[in-house]
């Protein structure tokens, strides 16, 4: 299947992934005994980067402590990690390495309580889990529709064993609802951005070396968006965390770079991400962002900015993924400059 087909299919999986999440995944997380500890996750794969937005979320929403590694950090060195009533969420896709079902076997054998995120119910690790939180997106984790919807599952997931386990929140509410509303919103942008997303990849081809930039939430579909630039286009790109930008030495970032900034005017680090664009602009690197209208002060310091609609920050990075699954495939088309138009308003 064509990766614009698997874009354009993006709204459809998430929905129907949606539709189920609500009953599903409070079922598994009332039946989970999540214990006092750490939880431990692991992203296996092409989904190992996963790991990155399961600490935001249930750091977040459950308060609790969240230990990330891949497959073979957790195999080599985090084995003695694992004790009864430890939790330990893996998250899969169709391709599942060997060496996930092994480390699974060995956590289990240690007494740790294993849930899955996958969308192949059956696969081997499905049917090792103790709870298994489904999506409904075919292919494997390199897949875009496969990717949003694992993200968004993993964020409501946390989302729902908060409300499980803890009091709950006036907040949740809301964004409850928009999460539930994002397929519309994915949608929406689908139609109403081709020309800035085919001008920011002409942007990004012509350059040398380019820095993908997230706070928060927002550091996951900045990972994400450097990994496809990566193997789709064949670009020189890095996704970094907005400290991570900032301690870097200044003047590091060269004149023809590219940087592209993903925030938005709720995100808790909005202000680390403008000091972040700052920085680049003092060393002369073209600014590209991604945030909402709000942020007027990122779109002052972008060159380009594609403004989105205000969410809050962990609806927002979702959708802000996937933006960048549909800019790493207009990139990988080498896209000529075309002349923008406002888009319509957004939904809702």
């Given at each position: 299947?064509?990766?614009?087909?698997?874009?354009?299919?993006?709204?459809?999986?998430?929905?129907?992934?949606?539709?189920?999440?609500?009953?599903?995944?409070?079922?598994?997380?009332?039946?989970?005994?999540?214990?006092?500890?750490?939880?431990?996750?692991?992203?296996?794969?092409?989904?190992?980067?996963?790991?990155?937005?399961?600490?935001?979320?249930?750091?977040?929403?459950?308060?609790?402590?969240?230990?990330?590694?891949?497959?073979?950090?957790?195999?080599?060195?985090?084995?003695?990690?694992?004790?009864?009533?430890?939790?330990?969420?893996?998250?899969?896709?169709?391709?599942?390495?060997?060496?996930?079902?092994?480390?699974?076997?060995?956590?289990?054998?240690?007494?740790?309580?294993?849930?899955?995120?996958?969308?192949?119910?059956?696969?081997?690790l499905a049917k090792a889990a103790d709870q298994v939180v489904?999506?409904?997106?075919?292919?494997?984790?390199?897949?875009?529709?496969?990717?949003?919807?694992?993200?968004?599952?993993?964020?409501?997931?946390?989302?729902?064993?908060?409300?499980?386990?803890?009091?709950?929140?006036?907040?949740?509410?809301?964004?409850?609802?928009?999460?539930?509303?994002?397929?519309?919103?994915?949608?929406?942008?689908?139609?109403?951005?081709?020309g800035v997303i085919r001008t920011m990849a002409a942007e990004?081809i012509q350059s040398p070396r380019v820095r993908i930039v997230?706070?928060?939430?927002?550091?996951?579909?900045?990972?994400?968006?450097?990994?496809?630039?990566?193997?789709?286009?064949?670009?020189?790109?890095?996704?970094?965390?907005?400290?991570?930008?900032?301690?870097?030495?200044?003047?590091?970032?060269?004149?023809?770079?590219?940087?592209?900034?993903?925030?938005?005017?709720?995100?808790?680090?909005?202000?680390?991400?403008?000091?972040?664009?700052?920085?680049?602009?003092?060393?002369?690197?073209?600014?590209?962002?991604?945030?909402?209208?709000?942020?007027?002060?990122?779109?002052?310091?972008?060159?380009?900015?594609?403004?989105?609609?205000?969410?809050?920050?962990?609806?927002?990075?979702?959708?802000?993924?996937?933006?960048?699954?549909?800019?790493?495939?207009?990139?990988?088309?080498?896209?000529?400059?075309?002349?923008?138009?406002?888009?319509?308003?957004?939904?809702?």
């Open positions: 299947m064509r990766i614009r087909q698997q874009i354009q299919e993006i709204p459809s999986a998430l929905r129907l992934t949606l539709e189920k999440a609500h009953a599903e995944y409070e079922a598994s997380a009332r039946q989970m005994r999540w214990g006092d500890g750490p939880i431990y996750v692991c992203g296996t794969g092409s989904c190992a980067g996963l790991g990155l937005a399961a600490g935001y979320a249930f750091e977040t929403f459950l308060g609790r402590p969240v230990v990330t590694a891949p497959v073979e950090v957790f195999q080599h060195y985090g084995i003695s990690l694992f004790e009864p009533r430890s939790v330990l969420l893996m998250i899969a896709s169709a391709s599942e390495p060997p060496q996930a079902l092994e480390l699974a076997q060995v956590a289990r054998q240690r007494g740790a309580r294993l849930l899955v995120l996958t969308n192949a119910p059956e696969g081997a489904l999506t409904r997106a075919q292919g494997d984790g390199d897949a875009p529709a496969v990717s949003v919807c694992l993200h968004a599952a993993l964020n409501y997931l946390a989302l729902t064993t908060a409300r499980v386990l803890k009091r709950h929140e006036a907040s949740w509410d809301s964004l409850e609802r928009e999460i539930v509303e994002l397929p519309t919103q994915i949608e929406w942008t689908l139609t109403q951005f081709p990004l997230g706070g928060g939430f927002y550091h996951f579909p900045a990972w994400r968006a450097a990994r496809r630039l990566q193997i789709l286009p064949g670009l020189p790109a890095e996704g970094l965390e907005a400290s991570e930008f900032l301690s870097l030495q200044t003047g590091l970032t060269r004149h023809a770079d590219r940087v592209l900034f993903l925030s938005g005017s709720r995100s808790k680090l909005r202000k680390l991400v403008h000091r972040s664009a700052a920085q680049a602009q003092v060393d002369g690197a073209r600014v590209l962002s991604v945030s909402d209208g709000n942020d007027r002060e990122l779109a002052e310091q972008s060159d380009l900015c594609l403004r989105v609609p205000a969410l809050m920050e962990p609806a927002g990075s979702m959708l802000c993924l996937a933006l960048m699954e549909w800019l790493a495939d207009e990139a990988a088309e080498k896209p000529q400059v075309e002349p923008l138009r406002p888009p319509n308003p957004p939904p809702g």
